[in-house]
Structures are given as structure tokens and as C-alpha cells.
């Protein structure tokens, strides 16, 4: 059964940066294919960054060139760095995954994602 948990969220000033981790347990073929995403209040779920098992990435345009998805298969994690954070990126981040055996597009749809975590909270304050 896989297992995603998520740590690292807290509040930040504008400018700031925060680095998020996701543990992920029972998800192996060095770790797939996997992606962060976030929900503000009262938005739908957007895709942030995607990475595969060959470390290749993509990013929603909003985030490139301030945050940077990346992974230690030996310590099973997920990392998302985030830096020059602005309050629009406030919001609960999730780490997602595509169960093994499905290919890996590097989507950005959260239809497209088997496994879940709970979610961290972002707040950035102007």
C-alpha cells in the first residue's frame, strides 16, 4: 500500500523561501513518477512540478525558475524547494503518485494521479 506524507509547510513572508518533503512508503521503481500540487481556498487543484524516474521535470509556469522538485530514492522522499515566495502561493500542497506500471506524461492534471497525500499548508504573507 503506498503511502505519502508530506512535512516542511509553515508561514513565510513574501520573498521567503520553504522546503517541502513527502516520504513516500510501498512506492518503489525509484519512485515512478511523482508531482506536488496546491488548492488555495476556494480554487481547483493545480499541478506544480512533475518529476520521473529518470529525474527529468516540468513546471507549471507560475512556479518556474523560483521552486525545484526534486528526490532521494535512497531516503524515499519527494522535495519540493521553494524560493521567492509571493502570497500567491499560499495554499495546501499536496505530493501525489502514479501508480507503477501507468506511464509517466509529466501531467499536471490531479486526475491523472493515483496516490495522495494529506497536505501541508503554505502561507505567505505580504
Known amino acids: 500500500q503506498v503511502q505519502l506524507v508530506e512535512s516542511g509547510g509553515g508561514s513565510v513572508q513574501g520573498g521567503g523561501s520553504l522546503r517541502l518533503s513527502c516520504a513516500a512508503s510501498?512506492?518503489?521503481?525509484?519512485?515512478?513518477?511523482m508531482g506536488w500540487f496546491r488548492q488555495a481556498p476556494g480554487k481547483e487543484r493545480e499541478g506544480v512540478a512533475v518529476?520521473?524516474?529518470?529525474?527529468?521535470?516540468r513546471y507549471a509556469d507560475s512556479v518556474l525558475g523560483r521552486f525545484t522538485i526534486s528526490k532521494d530514492n535512497a531516503k524515499s522522499t519527494l522535495y519540493l524547494q521553494m524560493n521567492s515566495l509571493k502570497p500567491e502561493d499560499t495554499a495546501m500542497y499536496y505530493c501525489?503518485?502514479?501508480?507503477?506500471?501507468?506511464?509517466?506524461?509529466?501531467?499536471?492534471?490531479?486526475?491523472?494521479?493515483?496516490?495522495w497525500g494529506q497536505g501541508t499548508q503554505v502561507t505567505v504573507s505580504s
Open positions: 501525489a503518485a502514479i501508480r507503477v506500471g501507468f506511464p509517466c506524461y509529466f501531467s499536471l492534471d490531479n486526475n491523472d494521479y493515483h496516490h
Open positions: 510501498g512506492y518503489t521503481y525509484s519512485m515512478h513518477c
Open positions: 518529476i520521473d524516474s529518470t529525474t527529468s521535470t
